[in-house]
């Protein structure tokens, strides 16, 4: 074991320890942030679809989402639908987007998807806030984090999609950055919208071991006037739907942030390194090879970049669950590729930033440390 | 050690030089800003001679001093080490010679901050691939010689002047190399501390071997050294034509100096009247 001389340059002052750690963590925490809101934004968005277990939608032609649409189709569809071999139940549901109105305040208004389901079937909701409740037609069920924004709870009044209605339970985790959900029954939808013989969506499950794109063909086939997609497609629409709306923005930030990132982690591993370039000229004056300097700066970037990004991680995680805890409600998911992808980028940058000083020395000649 | 150490050290004359310069001349730059540091130096130590290079500021010795320690390239002429041929070595092998055959004590130590007192010494010994064992106690011996035993784990902001000097002494020495190049080791440290600092030096070239090149403005080296070198305008001179200004310190021609004093029978030598007047005013204040 020779002389750690990486390991003591790291831990020789504090202040600088704190400096070249912290400022890797700090970077790499704010991309790790803001990656993690925009996966949990993005999973929000998809809530519906990821917790209702259906396996195929059936959807009015050329409708692929729920966000900004309307969709309706022919209530007799669902018998066809129904017939296609390899469908093991169709499940109905109505939906259109909606205004929330607990209040005359402009905080006590939300938008929010309105869906109508059959009780007992899929489409309602899947998580409550409280005890479970069997709806009826003139009540309905809307998101806790909309109720204690617009300071109502169950057994209040709501105005929804013009009509007034109880508010009989409330869902838990239905809430987006564009919207919260919220449920009626089919037949409350139908009285609230004056709608009857169509519905907006048929949910299909399959029969065991059927497989959904064989059997979604077999429905476009068989009705007309419908789009057929998978859970996974309906959700990748929404997803996309929505980013090009608004996610787009939050993208850019995204890049901008690990743009940011990567720039302030180089430059700190630079500046920790420049620091100390004299005494690596004055190592190579008395003897030590130029692979040996390299082995010492990558070693000292290594250590720290190895102390900054755990830190990193560490509290980002932290980060998710604090912020994911009801009071907090910023959606935050901490993907491992975003991890792998602020760990892969700042190991280049913070080496390019340890070795680009070190390069000048090795290439030098070293009689300057004569030089005062 | 006494005044006249010089001629009490006597160098063994048979042996081989362990530094042998021979016509370097060094030229910094072209054209206008063009400097010839060196113009044909001549040099030959042996072993157990120190050597002293004195001479005016920008005469080439830190020049000298680089070329000799392999750190530098000159424009013409030869230098070898130990037998080993300096300039035409390859780069990749000049670590090698720098770590095991030559010592470097520098003017502000430049020890490494990081480092304890025993793993400054050590920390050369990984270059030559010493094991960790066997620096260590290599380390703590040249420590203790030096007088530095209860400073084995102290970083070099806890050292005094004098002992870093010397702990960077016993890192110039920890590849047991046959040369030692000072440039102006003394400079930094009050003259108690320079004497000792010199006298280590004087007794690590009697008792090991050592040839040691020092380069100084330190008049109270010559009494150490077995040979005092003059360097001016990159050509070495001869000593006897030269003083000291008592005032600044810079060396004067006794010929040509600007101004002269004769005091109870010294001469005093100034680079200007101004030193001299200010040297008058000074004994006068006494
Ligand atoms: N790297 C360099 N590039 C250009 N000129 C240089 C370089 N190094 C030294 N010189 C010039 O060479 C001359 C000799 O310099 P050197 O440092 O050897 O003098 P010195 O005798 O050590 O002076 P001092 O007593 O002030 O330390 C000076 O004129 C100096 O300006
Ligand atoms: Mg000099």
Same mark, same amino acid.
């Given at each position: 074991?020779?002389?750690? !001389?990486?390991?003591?340059?790291?831990?020789?002052?504090?202040?600088?320890?704190?400096?070249?750690?912290?400022?890797?963590?700090?970077?790499?925490? @704010?991309?790790?942030v803001?990656?993690?809101?925009?996966a949990?934004?993005?999973?929000?968005?998809?809530?519906f679809?990821?917790?209702?277990?259906?396996?195929?939608?059936?959807?009015?032609?050329?409708?692929?989402?729920?966000?900004?649409?309307?969709?309706?189709?022919?209530?007799?569809?669902l018998?066809?639908?129904?017939?296609?071999?390899?469908?093991?139940?169709?499940?109905?549901?109505?939906?259109?987007?909606?205004?929330? /109105?607990?209040?005359?305040?402009?905080?006590?208004r939300?938008?929010?998807?309105?869906?109508?389901?059959?009780?007992g079937?899929?489409?309602?909701?899947?998580?409550?806030?409280?005890?479970?409740v069997?709806?009826?037609?003139?009540?309905? *069920? /809307?998101?806790?984090?909309?109720?204690?924004?617009?300071? &109502?709870? !169950?057994?209040d009044e709501?105005?929804?999609?013009?009509?007034?209605?109880?508010?009989?339970?409330?869902?838990?985790?239905?809430?987006?950055?564009?919207?919260? /959900?919220?449920?009626?029954?089919?037949?409350g939808?139908?009285?609230?919208?004056?709608?009857?013989?169509?519905?907006?969506?048929?949910?299909?499950?399959?029969?065991?071991?059927?497989?959904?794109?064989? *059997?979604?063909?077999?429905?476009?086939?068989? &009705?007309?006037?419908?789009?057929?997609?998978?859970?996974?497609?309906?959700?990748?629409?929404?997803?996309?739907?929505?980013?090009?709306?608004?996610?787009?923005?939050?993208?850019?930030?995204?890049?901008?942030a690990?743009?940011?990132?990567?720039?302030?982690?180089? @430059?700190?591993?630079?500046?920790?390194?420049?620091?100390?370039?004299?005494?690596?000229? @004055?190592?190579k004056? /008395?003897?030590?090879?130029?692979?040996? @300097?390299?082995?010492?700066?990558?070693?000292?970037?290594?250590?720290?970049?190895?102390?900054?990004?755990?830190?990193a !991680?560490?509290?980002?995680?932290?980060?998710?669950?604090?912020?994911?805890?009801?009071?907090?409600?910023?959606?935050?998911?901490?993907?491992?590729?975003?991890?792998?992808?602020?760990?892969?980028?700042?190991?280049?940058?913070?080496?390019?930033?340890?070795?680009?000083?070190?390069?000048? *020395?090795a290439?030098?000649k070293?009689?300057?440390?004569?030089?005062? | 050690?006494?005044?006249?150490?010089?001629?009490?050290?006597r160098?063994?004359?048979?042996?081989?030089? #362990?530094?042998?310069? %021979?016509?370097?001349t060094?030229?910094?730059?072209?054209?206008?800003?063009?400097?010839?540091?060196?113009?044909?130096? %001549?040099?030959?130590?042996?072993?157990?001679?120190?050597?002293?290079?004195?001479?005016?500021?920008?005469?080439?010795?830190?020049?000298?001093?680089?070329i000799?320690?392999?750190?530098?390239?000159?424009?013409?002429?030869?230098?070898?080490?130990?037998? #080993?041929?300096?300039?035409?070595?390859?780069?990749?092998?000049?670590?090698?010679?720098?770590?095991?055959?030559?010592?470097?004590?520098?003017?502000?130590?430049?020890?490494?901050?990081?480092?304890t007192?025993?793993?400054?010494?050590?920390?050369?010994?990984?270059?030559?691939?010493?094991?960790?064992?066997?620096?260590?106690?290599?380390?703590?011996?040249?420590?203790? $010689?030096?007088?530095?035993?209860g400073r084995?784990?102290?970083?070099?902001?806890?050292?005094?002047?004098?002992?870093?000097?010397?702990?960077?002494?016993?890192?110039?020495?920890?590849?047991?190399?046959?040369?030692?190049?000072? %440039?102006?080791?003394?400079?930094?440290? $009050?003259?108690?501390i320079?004497? %000792?600092?010199?006298?280590?030096?004087?007794?690590i070239?009697?008792?090991?071997?050592?040839?040691?090149?020092?380069?100084?403005?330190?008049?109270r080296?010559?009494?150490?050294?077995?040979?005092?070198?003059?360097?001016? $305008?990159?050509?070495?001179?001869?000593?006897?034509?030269?003083a000291?200004?008592?005032?600044c310190?810079?060396?004067?021609?006794?010929?040509?100096?600007?101004?002269?004093?004769?005091?109870?029978?010294?001469?005093?030598?100034?680079?200007?009247?101004?030193?001299?007047r200010?040297?008058?005013?000074g004994?006068?204040?006494?």
């Amino acid at each position: 074991m020779a002389v750690p !001389v990486a390991r003591r340059n790291l831990f020789q002052s504090r202040a600088r320890l704190i400096i070249s750690v912290g400022g890797i963590a700090l970077a790499a925490l @704010l991309v790790l942030v803001l990656d993690g809101v925009f996966a949990g934004s993005e999973k929000d968005v998809t809530v519906f679809m990821d917790n209702t277990p259906f396996d195929l939608v059936v959807s009015q032609r050329g409708v692929r989402n729920l966000h900004m649409t309307t969709s309706f189709f022919p209530e007799q569809a669902l018998r066809s639908i129904e017939q296609v071999s390899g469908v093991e139940r169709v499940d109905p549901i109505l939906f259109t987007t909606t205004f929330l /109105i607990a209040g005359d305040l402009p905080t006590q208004r939300g938008l929010a998807y309105l869906i109508g389901y059959e009780p007992g079937r899929l489409g309602g909701p899947w998580a409550w806030a409280g005890r479970p409740v069997e709806l009826g037609p003139d009540e309905i *069920v /809307i998101d806790i984090r909309a109720a204690e924004d617009f300071g &109502v709870s !169950v057994g209040d009044e709501i105005t929804a999609a013009g009509r007034d209605l109880r508010i009989a339970g409330l869902a838990e985790g239905t809430t987006s950055i564009v919207n919260s /959900i919220s449920f009626v029954t089919f037949e409350g939808f139908q009285r609230a919208q004056g709608v009857s013989g169509t519905v907006s969506f048929a949910l299909v499950l399959l029969r065991r071991d059927e497989n959904p794109a064989a *059997v979604a063909d077999r429905i476009q086939a068989a &009705v007309d006037g419908v789009t057929v997609q998978t859970r996974a497609d309906f959700a990748e629409s929404e997803r996309r739907i929505v980013s090009d709306m608004s996610i787009d923005i939050m993208r850019l930030m995204n890049i901008i942030a690990f743009l940011i990132g990567l720039s302030v982690t180089g @430059l700190t591993v630079y500046v920790a390194t420049l620091a100390k370039v004299r005494e690596y000229g @004055l190592m190579k004056a /008395i003897g030590a090879r130029n692979s040996r @300097l390299f082995r010492l700066v990558i070693g000292q970037a290594a250590m720290s970049l190895g102390l900054g990004l755990s830190l990193a !991680v560490a509290v980002a995680l932290v980060l998710q669950v604090a912020l994911g805890a009801a009071a907090a409600r910023i959606p935050m998911v901490v993907e491992p590729e975003s991890i792998a992808r602020i760990i892969a980028g700042a190991t280049v940058i913070g080496l390019l930033g340890a070795v680009i000083p070190v390069a000048r *020395v090795a290439g030098l000649k070293p009689a300057d440390v004569f030089r005062r | 050690m006494d005044s006249d150490s010089a001629t009490t050290h006597r160098v063994n004359e048979s042996r081989e030089p #362990i530094i042998v310069a %021979d016509g370097v001349t060094k030229i910094f730059g072209e054209g206008e800003t063009k400097v010839e540091a060196l113009r044909g130096v %001549d040099l030959a130590v042996m072993p157990g001679e120190v050597v002293l290079v004195m001479g005016p500021s920008g005469s080439g010795k830190t020049t000298l001093l680089s070329i000799l320690g392999a750190l530098l390239k000159p424009s013409s002429g030869r230098i070898s080490i130990a037998g #080993i041929d300096v300039t035409t070595l390859s780069e990749r092998r000049l670590p090698n010679l720098r770590v095991r055959e030559l010592g470097f004590v520098f003017q502000d130590f430049n020890l490494l901050s990081a480092l304890t007192a025993v793993e400054n010494v050590q920390v050369v010994m990984d270059f030559a691939g010493v094991a960790h064992a066997e620096s260590r106690q290599r380390a703590e011996r040249l420590l203790g $010689d030096l007088g530095l035993s209860g400073r084995l784990s102290f970083l070099p902001e806890k050292l005094s002047g004098g002992e870093k000097q010397r702990v960077a002494i016993a890192r110039a020495l920890a590849n047991d190399p046959a040369v030692l190049l000072c %440039d102006e080791p003394t400079a930094n440290l $009050d003259s108690k501390i320079g004497h %000792d600092v010199v006298a280590h030096l004087r007794r690590i070239a009697d008792e090991r071997e050592k040839a040691v090149v020092i380069v100084s403005h330190d008049e109270r080296i010559k009494s150490h050294s077995d040979r005092v070198l003059w360097l001016e $305008d990159g050509q070495f001179k001869e000593m006897r034509t030269m003083a000291v200004d008592p005032v600044c310190g810079m060396a004067v021609e006794r010929e040509t100096a600007p101004a002269r004093l004769e005091l109870d029978g010294e001469t005093y030598y100034f680079c200007s009247r101004g030193c001299m007047r200010e040297y008058q005013e000074g004994i006068a204040a006494r």
